[in-house]
């Protein structure tokens, strides 16, 4: 198999602000995420799943909300999210790009499964 096979990759744009690429294997799954809708005046409401999560700045500034606890982020920073831990973000800049890694892959964005096999 290729090392970069770009039919295992789903492009989606979520909304007109919110665009991710998703690529996954049978146990690990990568999300790229881009965000542009900032700044915010408010953070996304709180979310939670059974999946751990670690989360890589890869552009711009944010606000990083996990168990109430509010952090500044900026290009460079890892965020480690632990699972069934409630947790959000606001966008403080233009563009934020995320590289999200879970474990184990999140079967609720696979919509192409069929073709993944």
């Known amino acids: 198999m ?10 989606e744009k979520v909304t007109p602000v919110f665009e991710r690429s998703i690529a996954s294997l049978e146990n690990l799954m990568v999300v790229v995420c881009d ?6 005046e ?3 409401p709180p979310h939670s799943h059974p999946h751990e999560q670690i989360t890589y700045v890869a552009e711009g500034d ?19 999210i632990p699972s069934g831990i409630p947790h959000c ?3 403080i800049s233009s563009h934020v790009r995320l590289i999200d890694s879970f474990s184990p892959i999140r079967k609720d964005y ?8």
């Open 89 to 91: 973000i606001q966008s």
């Open 2 to 11: 290729p090392a970069n096979k770009e039919d295992r990759i789903i492009h």
């Open 62 to 80: 944010l606000y990083f909300f996990m168990d109430e606890v509010k952090q500044k982020h900026t290009k460079g920073d890892i965020i480690t």
């Open 35 to 40: 965000f542009t809708d900032g700044p915010r």
């Open 110 to 117: 696979l919509k192409l499964t069929d073709s993944r096999k």
């Open 42 to 44: 408010k953070p996304d």
